[in-house]
């Protein structure tokens, strides 16, 4: 018998192979582009030389919403967007009209199940498996057999009266032109509020690579998300804690009107994620409460001639709210901050003055309210704690903190015998998603395994949005889409993305038309399809290895016992 | 609760376990019912069951539940199994060279499983404490690298001092430490002795080297001490891997020795 050896090759995946829709027709984008936002978006045509610039954007965006964009329908009462839900993507309201609703009862949201395979599927596939590493099924890539990524349809918010009944004010109502899930989509996190339609509505649903295109393609674009983005989120933000959940609607509006958002360090920190900038010293005058939006602060202690880092800051944290109310009460301690705070990278802040406190917040707090945000008290001696004090250190500096899913290897126990490794690779096409491997401290070790961080940096640059987080949260790679480039890989500050060269079943390198190896981006993907889930963790006999949310201090600190 | 806490439940519900056995057994014996028999099958699915174990880690993409829950059962249901032997036997060596080699070879899996076990509860803190750790597949590589950095340091010293002691004494001791896996046994006890020996190797030389070379030997030494880990996690990583080697074939053997012992039985009661 003869073996083929014949290689097999295919076009070098590009972006925009794949359309978000295979639906979206050019008239149907021509239409649209007559529609605000997208007429204000073109510049005004005059002479030759504008006329031209005109044209040029035109095409651009036409471009972008062809590939980027899709057209969904929704009737009334049908969810759009669920309040905690993460989305890739935005949409701008074609017809119809759409309410925000804060808080809803998850029961009447009908919530997703997970893309799980089904056992049988699963374990077809895994015996199925061939016996080289990452191989793909070729057609797979076929721009013409693309498959949509289908939206799950059909959730009816239940109850409606009740809902809007139980919302503490009016919900906002957004019409024809108007732009929302921007947020979510722009800032790689989880949704603020829950959208349903309020009657027969189009929307045009954009990913989040496109919105980006749009907002570099057109400067007032740009400057309406930004003013808009400002405005919404800050109420929503402030809106998601429970300190600001009792205010009366006028307080609120008076602490949203008179917050000043602070922000340090660049928004795409993995370029610079040693860098730390501080934003409060230890003993300034207490001025304002800071509200942590985006990013990580690591909240620190003087000692002796340095200091170290008691605790972190991540979003909805608030700092300062000991000594303000200090303040408030009369307290003599109260005036200045017992602590200091520093961005790690890039932190995005809301401060509210003290006098805007002192009027519109403090005097609505419940005692027990307050007791719940007050600062933990925290050690005036890091040596009290030595080894937890370094722990921390080791997260901060390391920017471990990111990780919602930290693969944590305890090494009093683990014996090498890489039944994780197998786990993972008989899952993964023959091939390991992560290396039993990484940086120590004593004896814990954070592998070499994605995180899914609380803020994905990897998905920023990915210009086909192959990269992204599923409804779930993990953050995955559609290996369809995928070209190939890189990007993501060089994002990941923790080097958790590697690529790898693909063949087909027979075990034959897939090439392109110039005789090149095709890459995918391959991760861990946490097995979110898989019945096993994670499998690394599942198979340790020695339960050395644990996928933690590091924020959980206490689950750490009751595994390690 | 403790993991201490958590080991001891789990040992006394092995010994409870035990005692119901051997009561219930025994009572059941005044109706007719043959002792020495139903615990040689109850023994045998016991030694069914702790070879699943093996399968389970194969078929890890199957939801059978996590394999540190497994392996908990695996233990306690050995140390179970132990018990239960030694009353089918009532303690006594038996008498048939059949049922020898069945004894034999149950009791080589098993040990083998206690040594398999107390190695990966005594080595990991080891190689924690002795650190660095590093990955077993990687330990050739670093070793060779460890060797060519001497190298390079007694050519570039032997060049600069125009002396050549410290490669002599590299031909003469050193090399053959470099060039292959060391001091299996005193790594397996976590002994210092490899430590020690070169320590006292270098002080001795030491004292008839020039200053230029005295360098060179000072980061040898720290070369060396890479070496000597890197030999120790060679030695506990061995251990805690091909202990399975035996362990395993002894198991299945066991199985189908006890398989044809169970069959025998049944052919001549
Ligand atoms: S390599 Fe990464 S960034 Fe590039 S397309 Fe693939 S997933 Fe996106
Ligand atoms: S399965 Fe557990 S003990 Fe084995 S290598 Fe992985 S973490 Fe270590």
């Not at chain 1, 050896?5 to 359309?19: V, Y």
């Not at chain 1, 027990?368 to 704690?385: M, Q, Y």
């Not at chain 2, 019912?33 to 030694?47: D, K, S, V």
């Not at chain 2, 069951?49 to 389970?56: D, E, P, S, T, Y």
């Given at each position: 018998?003869?073996?083929?050896?014949?290689?097999?090759?295919?076009?070098?995946?590009?972006?925009?192979?794949?359309?978000?829709?295979?639906?979206?027709?050019?008239?149907?984008?021509?239409?649209?582009?007559?529609?605000?936002?997208?007429?204000?978006?073109?510049?005004?045509?005059?002479?030759?030389?504008?006329?031209?610039?005109?044209?040029?954007?035109?095409?651009?965006?036409?471009?972008?919403?062809?590939?980027?964009?899709?057209?969904?329908?929704?009737?009334?009462?049908?969810?759009?967007?669920?309040?905690?839900?993460?989305?890739?993507?935005?949409?701008?309201?074609?017809?119809?009209?759409?309410?925000?609703?804060?808080?809803?009862?998850?029961?009447?949201?009908?919530?997703?199940?997970?893309?799980?395979?089904?056992?049988?599927?699963?374990?077809?596939?895994?015996?199925?498996?061939?016996?080289?590493?990452?191989?793909?099924?070729?057609?797979?890539?076929?721009?013409?057999?693309?498959?949509?990524?289908?939206?799950?349809?059909?959730?009816?918010?239940?109850?409606?009266?009740?809902?809007?009944?139980?919302?503490?004010?009016?919900?906002?109502?957004?019409?024809?032109?108007?732009?929302?899930?921007?947020?979510?989509?722009?800032?790689?996190?989880?949704?603020?509020?829950?959208?349903?339609?309020?009657?027969?509505?189009?929307?045009?649903?954009?990913?989040?690579?496109?919105?980006?295109?749009?907002?570099?393609?057109?400067?007032?674009?740009?400057?309406?998300?930004?003013?808009?983005?400002?405005?919404?989120?800050?109420?929503?933000?402030?809106?998601?804690?429970?300190?600001?959940?009792?205010?009366?609607?006028?307080?609120?509006?008076?602490?949203?009107?008179?917050?000043?958002?602070?922000?340090?360090?660049?928004?795409?920190?993995?370029?610079?994620?040693?860098?730390?900038?501080?934003?409060?010293?230890?003993?300034?005058?207490?001025?304002?409460?800071?509200?942590?939006?985006?990013?990580?602060?690591?909240?620190?202690?003087?000692?002796?001639?340095?200091?170290?880092?008691?605790?972190?800051?991540?979003?909805?944290?608030?700092?300062?709210?000991?000594?303000?109310?200090?303040?408030?009460?009369?307290?003599?301690?109260?005036?200045?901050?017992?602590?200091?705070?520093?961005?790690?990278?890039?932190?995005?802040?809301?401060?509210?003055?003290?006098?805007?406190?002192?009027?519109?917040?403090?005097?609505?707090?419940?005692?027990?309210?307050?007791?719940?945000?007050?600062?933990?008290?925290?050690?005036?001696?890091?040596?009290?704690?030595?080894?937890?004090?370094?722990?921390?250190?080791?997260?901060?500096?390391?920017?471990?903190?990111?990780?919602?899913?930290?693969?944590?290897?305890?090494?009093?126990?683990?014996?090498?015998?890489?039944?994780?490794?197998?786990?993972?690779?008989?899952?993964?096409?023959?091939?390991?998603?992560?290396?039993?491997?990484?940086?120590?401290?004593?004896?814990?070790?954070?592998?070499?395994?994605?995180?899914?961080?609380?803020?994905?940096?990897?998905?920023?640059?990915?210009?086909?949005?192959?990269?992204?987080?599923?409804?779930?949260?993990?953050?995955?790679?559609?290996?369809?889409?995928?070209?190939?480039?890189?990007?993501?890989?060089?994002?990941?500050?923790?080097?958790?993305?590697?690529?790898?060269?693909?063949?087909?079943?027979?075990?034959?390198?897939?090439?392109?038309?110039?005789?090149?190896?095709?890459?995918?981006?391959?991760?861990?993907?946490?097995?979110?399809?898989?019945?096993?889930?994670?499998?690394?963790?599942?198979?340790?006999?020695?339960?050395?290895?644990?996928?933690?949310?590091?924020?959980?201090?206490?689950?750490?600190?009751?595994?390690?016992? | 609760?403790?993991?201490?806490?958590?080991?001891?439940?789990?040992?006394?519900?092995?010994?409870?376990?035990?005692?119901?056995?051997?009561?219930?057994?025994?009572?059941?014996?005044?109706?007719?019912?043959?002792?020495?028999?139903?615990?040689?099958?109850?023994?045998?699915?016991?030694?069914?069951?702790?070879?699943?174990?093996?399968?389970?880690?194969?078929?890890?993409?199957?939801?059978i539940g996590k394999a540190a829950v497994w392996a908990q059962i695996h233990y306690y249901l050995g140390l179970f199994a132990l018990g239960l032997l030694l009353l089918h036997i009532d303690t006594v060596w038996p008498?048939?060279?059949?049922?020898?080699?069945?004894?034999?070879?149950?009791?080589?899996?098993?040990?083998?499983?206690?040594?398999?076990?107390?190695?990966?509860?005594?080595?990991?803190?080891?190689?924690?404490?002795?650190?660095?750790?590093?990955?077993?597949?990687?330990?050739?590589?670093?070793?060779?690298?460890?060797?060519?950095?001497?190298?390079?340091?007694?050519?570039?010293?032997?060049?600069?001092?125009?002396?050549?002691?410290?490669?002599?004494?590299?031909?003469?001791?050193?090399?053959?430490?470099?060039?292959?896996?060391?001091?299996?046994?005193?790594?397996?006890?976590?002994?210092?002795?490899?430590?020690?020996?070169?320590?006292?190797?270098?002080?001795?030389?030491?004292?008839?080297?020039?200053?230029?070379?005295?360098?060179?030997?000072?980061?040898?030494?720290?070369?060396?001490?890479?070496?000597?880990?890197?030999?120790?996690?060679?030695?506990?990583?061995?251990?805690?891997?091909?202990?399975?080697?035996?362990?395993?074939?002894?198991?299945?053997?066991?199985?189908?020795?006890?398989?044809?012992?169970?069959?025998?039985?049944?052919?001549?009661?």
């Open positions: 018998m003869t073996e083929d050896n014949t290689p097999t090759q295919i076009k070098r995946p590009k972006k925009w192979d794949h359309a978000f829709s295979a639906e979206m027709a050019p008239d149907q984008v021509a239409s649209l582009l007559e529609r605000e936002p997208f007429v204000s978006m073109v510049p005004p045509s005059g002479d030759s030389g504008t006329d031209a610039k005109a044209e040029k954007v035109r095409g651009k965006i036409q471009d972008i919403l062809l590939n980027e964009s899709r057209l969904l329908n929704f009737e009334k009462d049908e969810v759009i967007v669920r309040q905690g839900d993460y989305g890739a993507t935005a949409y701008f309201i074609v017809s119809g009209n759409v309410s925000v609703l804060f808080n809803v009862d998850k029961s009447a949201l009908g919530r997703g199940q997970a893309p799980q395979k089904s056992l049988w599927a699963h374990v077809k596939r895994v015996l199925s498996n061939p016996s080289t590493p990452e191989a793909r099924d070729p057609e797979q890539y076929d721009p013409a057999g693309a498959t949509e990524e289908r939206l799950q349809q059909g959730v009816f918010l239940q109850d409606v009266p009740r809902v809007i009944a139980a919302q503490k004010y009016d919900p906002d109502e957004m019409g024809p032109g108007e732009i929302f899930g921007e947020i979510g989509a722009l800032s790689r996190s989880i949704r603020s509020a829950t959208i349903i339609a309020t009657c027969k509505t189009q929307l045009l649903e954009i990913k989040w690579q496109g919105l980006r295109d749009l907002l570099q393609v057109s400067k007032p674009f740009r400057e309406s998300v930004d003013r808009v983005y400002r405005e919404r989120s800050l109420r929503s933000h402030l809106l998601s804690l429970d300190l600001f959940q009792k205010l009366p609607e006028s307080a609120l509006q008076a602490l949203v009107d008179g917050a000043e958002f602070v922000s340090v360090g660049k928004r795409d920190w993995n370029t610079n994620a040693g860098d730390t900038t501080p934003i409060v010293n230890e003993g300034d005058y207490a001025s304002a409460l800071l509200i942590l939006r985006s990013g990580f602060a690591k909240k620190t202690k003087a000692y002796g001639h340095s200091e170290y880092t008691i605790s972190y800051l991540s979003k909805g944290d608030v700092f300062g709210l000991d000594e303000m109310l200090g303040a408030y009460q009369g307290a003599n301690t109260g005036n200045s901050y017992q602590n200091g705070i520093a961005a790690l990278g890039y932190t995005d802040m809301i401060s509210l003055p003290g006098s805007l406190c002192d009027k519109h917040l403090f005097p609505h707090l419940e005692a027990e309210a307050l007791g719940v945000h007050i600062n933990k008290p925290t050690s005036g001696d890091p040596l009290e704690d030595t080894k937890k004090n370094q722990l921390m250190d080791f997260f901060v500096d390391e920017r471990f903190i990111n990780g919602t899913e930290t693969m944590l290897i305890n090494l009093d126990r683990c014996t090498g015998c890489d039944d994780c490794v197998r786990a993972c690779a008989t899952n993964h096409d023959n091939n390991p998603r992560f290396i039993r491997h990484g940086k120590q401290f004593e004896n814990i070790m954070v592998a070499n395994a994605c995180m899914h961080c609380a803020d994905p940096v990897c998905m920023i640059g990915c210009p086909t949005g192959a990269i992204h987080r599923s409804e779930n949260g993990e953050v995955v790679i559609n290996d369809t889409t995928c070209i190939g480039c890189q990007t993501c890989a060089n994002s990941c500050p923790y080097d958790n993305i590697r690529m790898v060269e693909i063949r087909d079943q027979k075990g034959h390198y897939i090439l392109d038309e110039q005789m090149r190896p095709i890459n995918k981006a391959t991760k861990c993907d946490l097995c979110y399809d898989n019945p096993v889930s994670p499998a690394c963790q599942n198979a340790c006999p020695h339960d050395a290895l644990r996928r933690v949310n590091l924020a959980d201090e206490e689950a750490i600190k009751d595994w390690l016992k | 609760m403790t993991r201490t806490v958590k080991r001891t439940l789990k040992l006394l519900l092995t010994a409870a376990g035990l005692v119901v056995v051997y009561f219930l057994f025994d009572r059941l014996t005044h109706t007719g019912f043959q002792f020495h028999y139903a615990l040689g099958w109850l023994l045998f699915a016991c030694l069914l069951f702790l070879v699943c174990f093996n399968w389970r880690k194969k078929l890890n993409f199957l939801p008498n048939g060279w059949f049922e020898r080699l069945l004894f034999v070879s149950l009791m080589i899996s098993l040990f083998s499983g206690v040594i398999g076990l107390l190695a990966s509860r005594i080595y990991p803190p080891v190689l924690v404490k002795r650190g660095p750790q590093v990955i077993y597949e990687r330990i050739p590589r670093y070793r060779r690298e460890v060797r060519q950095q001497v190298e390079n340091l007694l050519t570039d010293t032997v060049r600069e001092t125009k002396r050549t002691s410290l490669a002599d004494f590299y031909e003469a001791k050193l090399e053959p430490f470099l060039l292959s896996q060391q001091n299996f046994l005193h790594h397996a006890i976590d002994s210092p002795r490899p430590a020690h020996f070169w320590r006292r190797e270098f002080q001795a030389i030491r004292n008839y080297l020039s200053e230029g070379e005295q360098e060179a030997l000072d980061q040898i030494e720290q070369l060396v001490q890479r070496k000597i880990n890197l030999d120790l996690n060679a030695a506990l990583y061995q251990i805690m891997r091909y202990w399975l080697l035996i362990h395993i074939p002894f198991s299945y053997l066991t199985l189908v020795l006890a398989m044809t012992h169970g069959i025998q039985i049944e052919q001549y009661s």
